[in-house]
Nanobody, 122 residues
């Protein structure tokens, strides 16, 4: 599966932003989507994951209650709604896929998108 992340930009603290992850290729097989982020000088960090059906999600504690995942299977697209953004959310955000029906909390996803930059100013 190929992934295209989009929707990043420059916002102020407290604003909202919605990222999209569009999948193409072998999308008929069941796959989970995960979001990760990497700020300059730091390691890549897990953000959230959603199951194939979209019915199950899991969030890192740092974003729980502020970020929400959803999935539109008709468009093979996953959305990451980010509310109440903070300067510490500034990072390049990546979406990734692994062929499983369940959400996946690991870091060893098989397919990765190119990343989209989110910058939150104070």
């Amino acid at each position: 599966v190929q992934l295209q992340a989009s929707g990043g930009g420059l916002v102020q603290a407290g604003d909202s932003l919605r990222l999209s992850c569009a999948a193409s290729g072998r999308t008929s097989s069941k796959y989970a989507i995960g979001w990760f982020r990497q700020a300059p000088g730091t390691e890549r960090e897990f953000v959230a994951t959603i199951s194939w059906s979209g019915s199950s999600t899991y969030y890192a504690d740092s974003v729980k209650g502020r970020f929400t995942l959803s999935r539109d299977s008709t468009k093979d697209t996953v959305y990451l709604q980010m509310n109440s953004l903070k300067p510490e959310d500034t990072a390049v955000y990546y979406c990734a896929a692994v062929y499983t029906a369940y959400y996946y909390r690991g870091n060893d996803y098989d397919y990765w998108g190119q990343g989209t930059l989110v910058t939150v100013s104070s």
